[in-house]
């Protein structure tokens, strides 16, 4: 298995970033096998949906009613509400896995590999790509 990280700058904002063209980089030439994500932070998050068509902040306003940034969260330090970046792990996992053949990702026509990341009090985020050759 190869494996390499790359670090992203969320900034001090909630944000769904598309790091497609990352993953596509990884794989380019490999062949067939299974590309593994996955995001070594325990408020941060992987998802495979569409972008550029409002659907990343379509996901940002659905996350925000399902887990409002108040104080009704145990977990208190940080920014307020920063408990909810704690549960959302469980929603958005922190992993994703997906077919490579003859070196190509096998997303959809309109899918994108995206980080989400509620936590504004951590601006760098670390993913690890690994591809497993199969």
């Not at 992987?46 to 940002?60: N, R, Y």
């Not at 920014?79 to 929603?91: C, E, K, N, Q, T």
């Not at 490579?100 to 989400?116: D, F, P």
């Amino acid at each position: 298995m190869d494996s390499t990280t790359q670090h992203y700058r969320t900034g001090g904002h909630e944000v769904v970033e598309d790091i497609t063209r990352d993953a596509t980089e990884f794989v380019a030439g490999r062949g067939d096998g299974l590309l593994h994500v996955f995001v070594p932070h325990a408020t941060a998050g992987l998802a495979i949906l569409e972008t550029g068509a409002g659907s990343d902040e379509d996901l940002l306003a659905a996350l925000a009613e399902l887990l409002p940034a108040d104080d009704r969260w145990r977990h208190r330090h940080g920014s307020r509400g920063h408990g909810r970046s704690h549960v959302m792990p469980a929603l958005i996992a922190p992993y994703a896995t997906i077919p490579v053949l003859a070196g190509h990702l096998t997303l959809g026509t309109w899918q994108s590999l995206c980080l989400v990341d509620l936590n504004v009090d951590n601006d760098v985020r670390e993913v690890r790509f690994s591809f497993l050759a199969g």
